[in-house]
Nanobody
Framework: QVQLVESGGGSVQAGGSLRLSCAAS????????MGWFRQAPGKEREAVAG????????YYADSVKGRFTISQDNAKNTVYLQMNSLNPEDTAMYYC???????????????WGQGTQVTVSS
């Protein structure tokens, strides 16, 4: 199965930036949909951003469009999430997730990372 290892995250003041990384191991030869979900306490999990590693098509939640950018480095089997203009509403646990199609990824990804906390203070 696909294994996902995340790095990045942390604490930042409003207006600041952070970058998350997600490295995939196993099944690295297969194109897949990779990206991030987030969940804040008391809120439902939401898909934040994703990218199809085989073609580069992307997805962004409306709440992050224009502020977050997802990118990929296929040589490293790694996907990055650059988060700019962060605000306290972005505070959540961020999880890297992957599946083999956008529909599967968006509905219920098969593969998950361990999660990394992002905290934005006002």
């Amino acid at each position: 199965q696909v294994q996902l290892v995340e790095s990045g995250g942390g604490s930042v003041q409003a207006g600041g930036s952070l970058r998350l990384s997600c490295a995939a191991s196993r099944y690295t030869y297969s194109s897949k949909y990779m990206g991030w979900f987030r969940q804040a306490p008391g809120k439902e999990r939401e898909a934040v951003a994703g990218v199809y590693t085989g073609g580069g098509s992307t997805y962004y939640a409306d709440s992050v469009k224009g502020r977050f950018t997802i990118s990929q480095d296929n040589a490293k089997n790694t996907v990055y999430l650059q988060m700019n203009s962060l605000n306290p509403e972005d505070t959540a646990m961020y999880y890297c997730a992957a599946d083999f199609s956008f529909a599967s990824w968006y509905r219920r990804p098969q593969y998950w990372g361990q999660g990394t906390q992002v905290t934005v203070s006002s």
